[in-house]
């Protein structure tokens, strides 16, 4: 039975049981739902001097009677925070399975891990129906989260099974690991007698119950810095092989979003270009949709690509040196533009509840390369529209598209269309790297 939470506590510190008990209490209304056992079940670590509460580290100590424990207001603190983020549970990430699995070095590895330790349980346990059974002991908390209840499966063609997340609790999660990093890697150096300086790791740091400081390491935990545009022009394929790339991404706040924790670097798969660290979260709202090599499902975080967001994303875009010189956006990105702004007012709509409704699902592919601007050529339709499947609203030449999208960025985003132009043209490729086979015939590439 879980030890009832007191105040007053001596020092201001409870038991591991009752942090359980009052970390589920103090969020039972938070959006992200959260387990019990965040700090005595696995993957808790608090007997090694710590616990992952959301996107935080929280110190725990061990009193002069032996017994681990945590500060009660940083259990509050946590919780708080977590409580105040709000999620979409529409708005999922794609967090495998992957072909590939992103290369580590063993100085990179956090304790966390936390996608590869979703895929082995769901594989150890044969899926997500099974984990959301809640098999008794069983650790299904990562950060005190409950993942399980979040979980969708997709499945593709019958047999291939993919996995997703709330995009917000992937970045509390990317938060959590990179905060856990931190604190392993001022452990290392504390422990190697090597660090010039403070060391970082959580705030507010709590004393045992006789007032001294406990043995695990200590201090804020460091922030990100921003990014200022240091690899601008710069080929990702360079930048890629160098083995120090990967620690220097980590040191950045992620670029477009500038409140989590970079991982990866975002390119330009038309030019080859940098464009800046971004967080995991970030990237896959960046890339877009394809059901096939030429087809792209204009799905609804679009709205946030083109309104909502739209000058963060274009500066983003445009951080890509091509991009830039030609004022426009990669193929797939300028093709769901011209769906989803463009064709805006040739869009169906049909009778709903408050008024009308936008009808179907929106649809863009192309033939063609840009190469050859004549051969380019995107078509905009309508899937699942009680008119006719697969209406086509829209047949839009490449330069046409273009030069649409030049006149609204202009008016949408005018610092970002004022600093792009054909005078930077200088040194960039004469044609766009092959990464998608052309289908005109004319043996040119797409991409």
């Known amino acids: 039975m879980s030890e009832r939470v007191m105040p007053g506590r001596t020092g201001g510190l409870i038991t591991l049981g009752a942090a359980d008990a009052l970390w589920v209490d103090v969020t039972a209304d938070s959006a992200v739902p959260t387990a019990s056992g965040a700090f005595t079940r696995s993957p808790a670590h608090a007997r090694v001097g710590y616990v992952l509460l959301g996107g935080h580290v929280v110190a725990t100590v061990r009193t002069s009677r032996g017994q681990w424990s945590v500060a009660e207001a940083e259990v509050r603190r946590a919780a708080a925070e977590l409580n105040a983020v709000r999620m979409d549970r529409q708005d999922l990430v794609r967090i495998g399975p992957f072909r590939t699995a992103p290369r580590q070095g063993s100085d990179e590895e956090t304790p966390l891990r936390w996608r590869r330790r979703i895929m082995e349980e769901l594989r150890e346990l044969g899926g997500p129906e099974r984990a959301a059974r809640g098999d008794v002991g069983r650790p299904y908390h990562l950060a005190g989260i409950d993942w399980r209840q979040l979980l969708v499966e997709r499945t593709r063609g019958g047999t291939q099974r993919t996995w997703w997340l709330p995009r917000a609790v992937v970045r509390l999660l990317d938060a959590a690991e990179h905060a856990e990093t931190q604190w392993v890697q001022a452990a290392r150096a504390r422990q190697a007698g090597t660090a010039a ?8 740091q709590a004393r045992d ?187 839009v030449p490449y330069r046409e598209a273009v030069e649409r999208f030049g006149v609204w960025l202009a008016e949408k985003a005018p610092a970002v269309a004022a600093a792009a132009g054909p005078d930077r043209l200088d040194g960039l490729p004469a044609q766009s790297r092959p990464v998608i086979a052309d289908t005109s015939g004319e043996g040119l590439a797409l991409f």
């Open 197 to 204: 300086t403070e060391p970082p790791s959580p705030s507010r």
């Open 209 to 395: 119950a006789d007032g001294r400081q406990p043995t695990s390491p200590e201090g804020p935990t460091a922030s990100p810095r921003p990014y200022n545009g240091e690899l601008e022009g710069q080929l990702y394929s360079v930048l890629s092989r160098k083995p120090s790339t990967s620690r220097r991404v980590a040191g950045w706040a992620c670029a477009v979003c500038r409140t989590t924790p970079a991982t990866v670097l975002d390119h330009c798969h038309e030019h080859g270009y940098v464009r800046a660290p971004v967080c995991q979260s970030c990237n896959t709202q960046e890339r877009p949709d394809h059901l096939y090599s030429n087809d792209i499902r204009v799905a609804n975080r679009y709205t946030r690509l083109f309104d909502t967001g739209a000058g963060d994303w274009l500066r983003h875009w445009h951080r890509c040196t091509g991009c830039r010189a030609r004022t426009t956006l990669p193929l797939p990105h300028l093709a769901a533009w011209t769906a989803h702004i463009a064709c805006r007012s040739l869009r169906p709509t049909h009778h709903a509840s408050g008024g009308r409704k936008p009808c179907g699902v929106l649809r863009v592919s192309w033939t063609g390369s840009q190469n050859a601007p004549r051969s380019c050529l995107l078509t905009v339709a309508v899937d699942f529209c009680p008119s006719g499947e697969h209406r086509v609203l829209a047949r």
